[in-house]
């Protein structure tokens, strides 16, 4: 048995690139355009494992895809989780989970998926201003 990828609907393929690949520094592997089935499907790895993958599936169709909270994360190991936070955050996005501990942190996807960061090798030690944000209580 080896894992493959887990699969996430997105509904604008660009905004979830800018977040996947410029955000968290995910590499697009590659896409397969299928206009008869009106969807695309993008393979998204991480340099350090490109081989377990996050599928992007993009359906032309409007389709309600309801809340899915049965659905937790995808859970990404970053070498330093405040510079990992400060680089998402300078691009607008929220940190819903600062690291205060200097060991996770959430945030979530154009399409509301949650995305767990962890820190590698652990924690580092607390730092301002992560230390004392608060976080949004939604992740
Ligand atoms: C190639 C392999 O990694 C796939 O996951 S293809 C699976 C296939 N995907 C689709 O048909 C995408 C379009 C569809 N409208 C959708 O949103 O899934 C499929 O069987 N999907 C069904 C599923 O539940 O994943
Ligand atoms: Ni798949």
Request: aromatic share 10%; with cysteine; hydrophobic share 35%.
């Amino acid at each position: 048995m080896k894992y493959l990828h887990a699969m996430v609907r997105v509904r604008d393929l660009d905004a979830s690139l800018r977040f996947f690949c410029e955000g968290l520094g995910l590499h697009e592997t590659r896409r397969k355009d299928y206009p008869e089935g009106r969807f695309t499907l993008v393979y998204l790895g991480a340099p350090a494992n490109p081989e377990s993958e996050v599928e992007l599936t993009y359906n032309y169709d409007d389709e309600d895809y309801g809340s899915a909270r049965n659905f937790g994360h995808l859970a990404f190991e970053v070498d330093d989780i405040y510079a990992a936070c400060a680089h998402l955050q300078a691009m607008g996005i929220t940190i819903n989970r600062p690291p205060r501990d200097g060991h996770m942190a959430f945030v979530r996807s154009p399409d509301l998926i949650s995305v767990e960061l962890l820190q590698k090798g652990g924690r580092l030690p607390p730092q301002e201003p992560w230390a004392s944000m608060p976080n949004t209580g939604v992740w």
